[in-house]
Each structure stands twice: as C-alpha cells, then as structure tokens.
C-alpha cells in the first residue's frame, strides 16, 4: 500500500513509519519539517500537502499536542489550542484525505487516555481526545466509497519516560503494541473503532 504518515518523526510515528515498511508498504513522511511538509493546524497546508501526493491507499496521523495544567489554572485559551492542534487539525486532515484516499481504503488518527482515564492536569487533553474519538465514531459511519475511518487511543508509551510521572499508576505502550496497533487499523477490516491500548 501507499501510505501517508503525517507526524511520522514522532515517538509514535517514527514506530509505526518503520513497522509499515518492515511489512513491505510505501510510506510517505509528513510533519512541519519533514520530507513532505505539512502544518496540520492550517487547513490550506493540509489540502497542499494531499495535491502534492495524490491518491493513497492509507492515512495515518499521530501529531497534535495539547497544553497540561491543572483544572483551576486552564484558561479558555487552553481548551481552544488543544482542539485546534489535536481535534480541529485531524477532522481537517480526514475532510481533505476523504478524497484523496482510493475506494476501501483508511484513515487513522490518534487520540489518548486522558479521553478516558482523569489525570493532573489532563482536562483540556481530555477534551481534545474525546472529541477525536466522537468524530470518528461518526464520521466513519459516513464515510464514503468504503473508506474506513479509526482512531487508535494510546496509554503512555514506555518510550515517552518524560510522562511517566504524570500518568503514575497507568501502564505504559510499548512500541511493538503501539507498530501492532497501527497495523491493524492499515490492514484490517475495523471501521468506527476506536482502538485502546
Ligand atoms: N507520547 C505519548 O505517550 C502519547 C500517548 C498517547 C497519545 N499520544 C498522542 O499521539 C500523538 C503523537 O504523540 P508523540 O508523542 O508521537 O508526539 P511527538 O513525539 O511530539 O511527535 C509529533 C509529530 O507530529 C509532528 N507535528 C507536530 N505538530 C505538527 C503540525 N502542526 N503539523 C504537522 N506535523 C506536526 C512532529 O514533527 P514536526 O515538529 O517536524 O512537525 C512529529 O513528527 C499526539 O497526538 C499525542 O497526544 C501520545
């Protein structure tokens, strides 16, 4: 398959860009400063960047960041910047990939525990995660010409040590669950889902 993976020189998209490609797939690698640039918070980058690479087979996007305080010092501002630049950018990618995907084809995006699990100042992540995972509940009941649209919803991974403290108690992803995961959303058959781990 032809697969376009935006925020592939992450934690989480670095695993899955050299899982895809173990598994024999083309793999294109997008991110602000990547080998084909995207900004997935500017709508008009976001269609540039689909004009550029043409048809594929799967999307997969694992970027976005959201603002961590805690629930009394979280101003509006906050909230806002985690649904533009984890919620608001992905459903932007989805709108544009949707015609750009070939018939049977998929679209991932990444969401997180906090949609599930409360943490110190995990609020306006939660926000951001929740919305993502509705999204794809219904936008993939819509969505066209057999496109599969998934969401894959990580605990912390093993690899962000940085994290562990805030997220105590939590088990942490490893990266062949996190490449496993991922795998499954590209090459098999889930649609609607929203893929825990
Ligand atoms: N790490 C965790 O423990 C964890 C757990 C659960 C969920 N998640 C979620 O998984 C996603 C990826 O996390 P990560 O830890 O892999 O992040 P990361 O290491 O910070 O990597 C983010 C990736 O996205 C790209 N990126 C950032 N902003 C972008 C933008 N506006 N447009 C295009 N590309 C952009 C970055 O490259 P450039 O800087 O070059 O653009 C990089 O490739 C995030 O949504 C995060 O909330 C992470």
Do not use: C
Not at 119 to 147: D, H, L
């Amino acid at each position: 398959m032809r697969i376009l993976v935006i925020g592939a020189t992450g934690h989480i998209g670095s695993v899955i860009t050299a899982d895809l490609e173990s598994r024999g797939h083309e793999v294109l690698r997008a991110s602000r400063g990547g080998e084909w640039t995207v900004d997935t918070t500017d709508p008009t980058s976001v269609r540039s960047l689909f004009e550029r690479v043409g048809e594929v087979d799967a999307v997969v996007v694992a970027s976005g960041s959201v603002p961590f305080a805690h629930l009394t010092e979280l101003t509006r501002d906050d909230y806002l910047t985690a649904f533009t630049s984890k919620a608001l950018s992905q459903i932007d990618v989805v709108r544009v990939a949707l015609d750009h995907v070939r018939g049977g084809g998929s679209i991932t995006v990444t969401s997180g525990v906090l949609a599930r699990e409360p943490i110190a100042t995990g609020a306006a992540g939660a926000v951001a995660n929740g919305a993502v995972e509705s999204f794809v509940v219904s936008a993939a009941a819509e969505a066209p010409r057999g496109i599969r649209i998934n969401a894959v919803s990580p605990n912390v991974l093993e690899n962000s040590p940085g994290h562990h403290a805030l997220f105590a108690g939590q088990r942490p992803v490893t990266d062949a669950e996190i490449a496993r995961t991922y795998a499954l959303a590209v090459e098999g058959l889930g649609r609607g889902q929203v893929m825990k781990i």
